[in-house]
């Protein structure tokens, strides 16, 4: 199963630091030549909104990932926020509940942004689940959060590459797939432990992927995402 989304604009790239030179250096060294950055909490917080700009500016999209979980009218209006700002995708946890998950649906209005349900963190294990009060697995819980996700309308899922498959097989083409965990043969796995390299990813169902370090940690970032684009497309 493959998507028709082209080669460079399957990358999302992580902006994995902790100010906005840093974000700068990188947006110069491959901005325009992925499809998207990711933005999380450590660098939200630290360079704010203007660094969205930036990036659109650039020529690349936005994945906003926040992992909003709260009450649903605060979602809502966190996506309502997140919309206004112009990214095209943002994250969601789906364990915030039927209603959080149908607000932040309404708060997408008629925009087209791209709500990504998180299912379960994959830092938990089964053990870690129980310890919180959870009596199903990790892998079972994928699932029933998934289900939620299709019925409330979400289109989105982040998950690693062990759950890419079996997702797949109960919901079709259902879901945009967004995978990280990704490590092509000629870089380090770091601290990723189960790991597809960005043709497995894709091959598997991946609609995008997430891939950090091969490319932030390079001493050439732009030949790095080149050598990713020209493994895709092979
Ligand atoms: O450098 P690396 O390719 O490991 O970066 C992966 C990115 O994807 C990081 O921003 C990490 O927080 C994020 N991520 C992950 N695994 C998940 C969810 C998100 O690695 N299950």
């Known amino acids: 199963m493959q998507s028709s989304i082209a080669a460079k604009d399957k990358i999302i790239v992580p902006l994995d630091v ?6 700068r250096e990188l947006i110069k060294a491959i901005g325009g ?5 990711k933005v999380g909490d450590q660098l939200f917080i630290a360079a704010g909104p203007a660094i969205v700009e930036e990036i659109q500016a650039s020529g690349a999209r936005v994945f906003l990932d926040l992992k909003f979980h709260d009450i649903p009218n605060t979602v809502r209006r966190a996506v309502e926020s997140a919309c206004a700002l112009g990214v095209d995708m943002l994250t969601i946890h ?18 087209k942004i791209l709500i990504l349900g998180v299912t379960v963190l994959t830092s938990l294990s089964d053990e870690a ?30 998950a690693s590459p062990q759950e890419l ?7 079709g083409s259902l879901f945009t797939m967004v995978i990280p965990g ?14 597809l390299t960005p043709r497995q990813a894709v091959d598997a169902g991946a609609d995008y992927l997430v891939i950090g370090r091969p490319i932030t940690a390079s001493p050439d970032p732009q030949s790095a995402v080149q050598r990713i684009i020209d493994e895709l497309e092979s």
């Open 18 to 23: 902790p100010a906005k030179s840093a974000a």
């Open 33 to 37: 030549k992925v499809g998207f950055f």
């Open 94 to 111: 789906l364990s915030g509940g039927r209603e959080m998950c149908e607000a932040a649906v309404v708060g997408r209005g008629i925009s």
């Open 129 to 158: 689940l129980a310890e919180v009060g959870f009596r199903t697995s990790v892998q079972d819980e994928v699932l029933l959060l998934a289900d939620l996700a299709k019925h409330v309308g979400i289109t989105g899922l982040v």
């Open 165 to 171: 498959v079996a997702l797949r097989e109960r919901f």
């Open 182 to 195: 990704i490590r092509p043969t000629w870089s380090e796995a770091g601290d990723q432990k189960r790991t």
